[in-house]
């Protein structure tokens, strides 16, 4: 018998949140047969949250006569028994049972996201609700414990059929890996799933269904090269009759970059949103590559961007621009696999429970990848660990004892780069590789950066470095495995790595300390900027000494070991003496923001970046470059390059600005409400404002906020009167992945309302006729306390002016010109923050195009304007 059980409860703590519904069907595991159900509300004994309310659908009126969890506690364990309990995630709601006094320890447990993981590995979300929608299973009142339990019932029934339709090697390949653990969950699930399978395979014979569908070639051909092109007038090239609208200033930009490659200029190029300016870099890239014989390199910011330009605009300019090139993208080494350390994964671990879910999924995306990316896979919080262990890294790949060098896909990606005319990149691989000891992008000298305005915190985060205990740790436990699996003697080991841990359980006994002074206690999460006299307290020379000489010996002796390939922990254990030692090192503040932080999962880190990047830029980067182009849509500021220029230290390019021929003052209407009176402080009238505005448009409104917690204000205050006029407000961060709040948007977006943060907006690209309306409750201004912001303050006179208003004005320019694409396009944006009827605030008009159409009219009569329109 399998029992499928839901709960409903106050939040997601296990340990202080509570029940507040149950629900239960028991059914026969063969014929799927209902033998009986249950179902009860429970008394939580505290009022239910407002968010939870908003979305189970349970009010505090609903459980004032309900039993209490002790009450119901026998019937509920003699409704289960001995019983398999079936259900999405299930190992979330069987910790709330255990912390409820109902002990079903014992029984056995199937998840179904644990088979969506790998039957469903093409899938964005794998939650309950997007799985029934894949395999069209009713699923309505979702969140409400019956109905998720009929329907996880129902996604079960189809998995199992899913499951028997796979080709029979990637039935050996679930078989084996299935083999390859012991645990009783996993044995339960493979009794169930292969009645009538049992075709045992090895590793050997794993290893040839999966090399067999990964070819050793890479997918590059060769380099092409023609002296004699003629592409004086560049503009020729853009001949693509009815399938691409010509615009003057896209061809302007084309001839612009054109010449500058020529002539070995650098540029900076800013130019509006739907110019196409991705062709209007293409191209000429591509004909000054086969053209000149060299390489021209193409970064972006986003993993959208970059789809779009390896996908879409060069596919489309290979069918269409009548001259053969070739391209490729390349990522940095963790985007790629390593096959050695796959199969040594495979080959030395009794798998745990999550672990097999997760090889599977890997082992049928081997099966199916074209350009090797991991980025193309979903992966989920548990799995990152494991992931770590499989990243590509360039000794081992490059090896000649790795048995799968041929295959290794970061070496053929490496050779796609040298054969390819045309390479996209991303910046964080850009700014990384510049300090790597063995470069992955030779003959940098031709470069397109687009998305430039993020270049600033692009290498910040790039170049930044950190240390925390708990993954030295999970280093560690991984080397015991191995010795013990591999009767490796560990004796010394050991005691260096006691002797180890306990001068660094010292160290962080004096950071968690230095936290606490500096930042109140009740915080969850604290992000603090080192000064100096975090060194002032302890003399750290001795203490630094005996922890760099125990790192050392940790790696000599994994280098003697001759029973495994230990390179991967080798290179982690001298990157951590290092970056120990850059940060306790006072003498270098001058060039690194050296930052602490605590979170309950990690504990305490420890991290550094460049305190000036811009002067970095300059040495290593931009004086190397033989040509380069800089562009985005949101450069400058009052048609002044002055804060991007001295931003990312500009001083030799030359600067242009190719304008819009869009009519703004026709398709776009900014609204300033005069009588909001406090954006931080008049919240009730803000979300009656709100609340009304939604119910009047119903449908295609992005709200962008600046913080989770406003989001949660706006959500609770406004969802429950929204529904009843079925109208959806999706709320990032309140129970959905962003893959599931884009798919059910872009469904029904005609009675949808999303809320937002920034990082949702830069990572999401959303069709254009899917959003009618932009509301932006505050200016985006850094954290006041953000320790990399506070750190480069340092280098203005007047940061806030200088450093704080530029960025907030880049970034609210970004917000805006993401939206209008087209000369259809229509936009009300909608700009809450009071200050911008400050004279001194005026200088935040300069996100916004000079003739856009400014409404500032009191809430009620802009409201009745729009209900006349409507």
Known sequence: MIVCFDLETTGLDKYNDKIIEIAMIKFDENTFEIIDTYSSFVDPEREIPDIISNITNIFDSDINWAPKITDLREEILNFIWDSVLLWHNVNFDIDFFINNGIDVSKNAKIDTF???????????????????????????????????????????????????????????????????????????????????????????????????NISKTEYVDEFISDENLECEDIVKFFDFPNKVEQRINQLNMTKQVFSGFNNGKKMLIEAPTWLWKSFAYLIPSIIYSIKNNKKVYISTKTKTLQDQLFL?????????????????????????????????????????????SFLIKISFWLLETRYWELDELTFYPDEYSYLRDLNSDWFSSLQEKNNYKDYEFLLKSRKSVEKANIVIINHSLLFTDLVAESKLLPDLNTLVIDEAHNIEDSITESL???????????????????????????????????????????????????????????????NLLVLDDFFSDIDFTQILVKINLDLLDIVDKLKVINEYDFTKEIVFFDSIAKNIIDFFDKNNSKYFIKMISFIDRFWISFDYTLLNPWEYLNKNLWEKLD?????????????????????????????????????????????IPIDIWSVKNNWDDIVMFLKEFYLLVRWKVLTLLTSFSVIRKIYTSCNIDLKKQWINLYAQSIWWSKNKILANFTKSPDNSILLWTDSFWEWVDIPWDDLKYLVIHKFPFIVPNDPIFIARSSFFKDSFTEYAIPKAIIKLKQWFWRLIRTKNDTWLVILLDDRINNKWWEVFYGAFPADINIKKWTKNQFLDILKKKS
């Open 312 to 356: 879409k605009d060069l596919d489309f300019l290979t069918k269409n621009l009548n001259i053969r090139f070739t391209y490729t993208k390349l990522k940095w080494r963790k985007n790629y696999i390593s096959l050695k350390w796959f199969f040594d994964y495979i080959f030395i671990w009794n798998l745990m429970y999550s672990e097999v």
């Open 627 to 671: 040509s380069c182009l800089l562009t985005s849509a949101t450069l400058s500021i009052w048609n002044s390059f002055d804060y991007i220029k001295n931003i990312i230290k500009l001083d030799n390019f030359d600067f242009y600005t190719f304008e819009s021929d869009f009519d703004y003052k026709k398709q776009a209407t900014l609204f």
């Open 114 to 212: 644990f088979l969506a993981n790998f039957l469903n590995f093409t899938q964005s979300s794998l939650n309950l609700e997007m799985l029934c929608s894949y395999y069209n299973i009713e699923f309505t009142w979702a969140h409400r414990a019956i109905n998720d339990v009929k329907a996880t019932v129902e996604l079960f029934r189809a998995q199992l059929k899913d499951f028997s339709k796979l080709k029979k090697d990637k039935k050996r390949i679930v078989y084996y890996l299935f083999s390859l653990s012991s645990d009783t969950n996993v044995k339960i699930l493979q009794n169930l799933i292969f009645t009538d399978f049992w075709e045992k395979i090895d590793l050997e014979s794993f290893e040839k269904i999966l090399l067999k």
């Open 464 to 526: 930044r470095e950190s240390y925390n205990l708990k993954q030295l740790k999970e280093h560690f436990d991984k080397c015991e495995k191995i010795f013990n699996f591999k009767n490796i003697k560990k004796i010394d080991f050991l005691k260096t790595k006691e002797t180890l841990l306990s001068n660094l359980e010292i160290i962080d006994d004096y950071a968690f300390s230095y936290l606490n002074k500096k930042i109140p206690n009740d915080n969850q999460y604290k």
